[in-house]
């Protein structure tokens, strides 16, 4: 079985500064690890993901995530937050490559709020 | 290419219908997976199509049922509704079982009263 946690429901930063969504997965296998970004009103759309090559993933929209296995985490990371970039974040676990029985599992999801 | 298209957008039902929502994949994708949202439970993930065949399928009851068509086409169909079955439903697709990138639809959004 697996599972994600997404430490905290809503993150609120100021414009420009450092984004950090935190994740935390459990898998008894290798994991595939991903981030996914959900705009109002629209589906979900691929952020970065990590597949066992390299441990820091650098993904669209200038977001990154480092994969830390000693840890089970794989916090999402932007340096200079923009307006733009309010929506919802999910962070999801796969047990193999195109998704294991269970499909991809997510976390709950963190709200991010740009203040201005 | 056109996204994935998923209809309708909204739909109210009411307790004990049932209801078929529809999903186009992109074109070239012959993998469909669908799940639903819910502010309580988060996404879910119901089951995965290829090649009209069900891969795989997550923890819901029988009243959650799909399939899909020659044409990648899929359509899921959840029976004798249930107030908690108000939920988005997405559909999710990418071109076969072992590709990692999902691209998912707006989603249907069901409230059931």
């Known amino acids: 079985a697996q599972s994600v946690t997404q430490l905290g429901s809503h993150v609120s930063v100021s414009e420009g500064a450092l984004v950090l969504l935190r994740c935390n997965y459990s898998?008894?296998?290798?994991?595939?690890l991903f981030w996914y970004v959900q705009y109002p009103n629209q589906g979900l759309q691929l952020l970065l993901k990590?597949?066992?090559?390299?441990?820091l993933v650098k993904g669209i929209n200038g977001f990154e995530a480092e994969f830390k296995k000693s840890e089970t985490s794989f916090h999402l990371t932007k340096p200079s937050a923009h307006m733009s970039d309010a929506a919802e974040y999910f962070c999801?676990?796969?047990?193999?490559?195109?998704?294991?029985?269970?499909?991809?599992?997510f976390g709950k999801g963190t709200h991010l709020i740009i203040q201005p | 290419k056109a996204g994935v298209t998923q209809t309708p957008r909204y739909l109210i039902k009411t307790r004990g219908q049932q209801v078929t929502l529809s999903c186009s994949p992109i074109?070239?994708?012959?993998?469909v997976s669908w799940y639903q949202q819910t502010p309580g439970q988060g996404l879910q993930f119901l089951f995965e199509?290829?090649?009209?065949?069900?891969?795989n399928k997550g923890n819901f009851p029988g009243r959650f049922s799909g399939r899909q068509f020659s044409n990648s086409r899929s359509e899921m169909n959840v029976s004798t509704l249930e107030l908690g079955d108000s939920a988005l439903y997405l559909c999710?697709?990418?071109?076969?079982?072992?590709?990692?990138?999902?691209?998912f639809g707006s989603g249907t959004q069901l409230s059931v009263l």
């Open positions: 990590y597949t066992s090559a390299a441990t």
């Open positions: 074109s070239g994708h012959r993998s």
């Open positions: 999710a697709t990418k071109e076969g079982p072992t590709n990692e990138k999902l691209f």
């Open positions: 199509y290829f090649s009209e065949t069900q891969r």
């Open positions: 898998s008894s296998v290798p994991p595939y």
């Open positions: 999801a676990v796969s047990s193999r490559s195109g998704g294991g029985a269970d499909g991809l599992t």
